[in-house]
Each structure stands twice: as C-alpha cells, then as structure tokens.
C-alpha cells in the first residue's frame, strides 16, 4: 500500500480537462509546499511534470497545472492530448522519522 | 545536459547481492545543491524509493529495506552505487538511478532504467 493514495484512473476525451488528486497526510502533502508530479509513458522512465506543488519545469507545457488544498495535491490536465495518456504519479517530502520521499501508487490517464 | 546512466547485471539469484552503479555526465556528483537516489519499479507496479546519497556520503534509506541496502559514492569517478543484498523473486525490477534537490525532494534528471531479473 502507497503511502500516498492516488485513482487507478482516469479518462478524458481531446480537449477536455482532467484532475488527479494525490492524498496524504499533515507529515507530508499537508505539512510541506514539496508536492511533486511524475509522468510516465510505457517502457521510460518518469519525467517531471511539476515540483514544489505548482512550479513547471522548463519544457513542460502550461496545459499542465499543480495545487493543493489540506492534504491533497492535484495535477490538472487542460486541453488534453493524445500524447498526454500516460501513467502519473505524485510524490512528497515527508518528515517521517523514518521515511525520506513517499510516492503515490499511480494513475493511469487513458485519452478517450 | 545531465545524464544518467544505470549498469550492472540484469540476473541476479535469488539470496545473492544486486550490484548497480550509476554514472553522471554532463555535470558533478558534488553539487552542493543535490542528492542522488535510487528507485525501483517492479513489473506492472509503482514506483518505490529505494534510498539517497550526499556527495560527501551521507545516507537516507528506505526502512523496509534498509537492512540489505548499501548506497555508496565515488566523486572521483562520478559515480554512485547500489547494493542490494539477499534478493529475492520481489525484487526483480526496473532500478531508476535519480538526481534530486534539497529538502524539496523532486527527482528532475532521471537515468534510462535497467531491468533486473531475480532467478535461478
């Protein structure tokens, strides 16, 4: 079991907007702005999408988007693509004396 | 560009020690600003930090598996290492070598991945 809960999956069609939320607690997505997102195409290693809840990297489309309220972070998805189907996962610092990063169990986006 | 590469054997078996290396192009394994990770994925299955490592050898490990975990790093060759010993058919796995910032944590260069295969 992740330590953060992410939906299996997701869908939606060309265009539309999608959100994945990403559940943890006060020790990590509600204590700290260090919420990051990962996307991953089959058979590549993950890519950041989004760090320190709602910073892109360079490179990374505005159609991609990050926040957070409480203890859940989301990663939004406007005007989506065929390209953007791929498997998103969420990570976060945690100030578990014995846990360092925690990852979300991943989302699966399927683009209808 | 910063690159990563993993290598090591993509067999291991079962109960004997997993050996990977990562190698650092393009920039330096003692950047004060960064740590260098590991990460697995089994097949079909998310993703799991494995441990990290400071330029000047200081450790975070992963407390389910922190009793068979060694992460070491050799700046004269810019490069860090993963022992992993005792495996077993559960540790068959894509191993991810990752650089990430402090204290934010976010994995941003991320080496290709290889597959290791738990076997006899």
């Known amino acids: 079991q992740s330590a953060l809960t992410q939906p299996a999956s997701v869908s939606g069609s060309p265009g539309q907007s999608i959100t994945i939320s990403c559940t943890g607690t006060?020790?990590?997505?509600?204590?700290?702005?260090?919420v990051s997102w990962y996307q991953q195409h089959p058979g590549k290693a993950p890519k950041l999408m989004i760090y320190e809840v709602s910073n892109r990297p360079s490179g990374v489309p505005d159609r991609f988007s990050g926040s957070k309220s409480g203890n859940t972070a989301s990663l939004t998805i406007s005007g989506l693509q065929a390209e953007d189907e791929a498997d998103y996962y969420c990570?976060?610092?945690?100030?578990?004396?014995?846990?360092?990063?925690?990852f979300g169990g991943g989302t699966k986006l399927t683009v209808l | 560009q910063l690159q990563l590469q993993e290598s090591g054997p993509g067999l291991v078996k079962p109960s004997e020690t997993l050996s990977l290396t990562c190698t650092v192009s393009g920039g330096s394994i003692s950047s004060s600003s960064y740590y260098w990770g590991w990460i697995r994925q089994p097949p079909g299955k998310g993703l799991e930090w494995i441990g990290s490592?400071?330029?000047?050898?200081?450790?975070y490990y992963n407390p389910s598996l922190k009793s068979r975990v060694t992460i070491s790093v050799d700046t004269s060759k810019n490069q860090f290492s993963l022992k992993l010993s005792s495996v077993t058919a559960a540790d068959t796995a894509v191993y991810y070598c990752?650089?990430?910032?402090?204290?934010?944590?976010?994995?941003?260069?991320w080496g290709q991945g290889t597959l290791v295969t738990v076997s006899s």
């Open positions: 006060s020790s990590d997505v509600g204590g700290y702005n260090y």
């Open positions: 990570s976060s610092y945690t100030s578990s004396s014995t846990l360092y990063v925690v």
């Open positions: 490592i400071y330029y000047s050898g200081s450790t």
């Open positions: 990752a650089r990430h910032a402090q204290p934010s944590r976010d994995f941003d260069y």
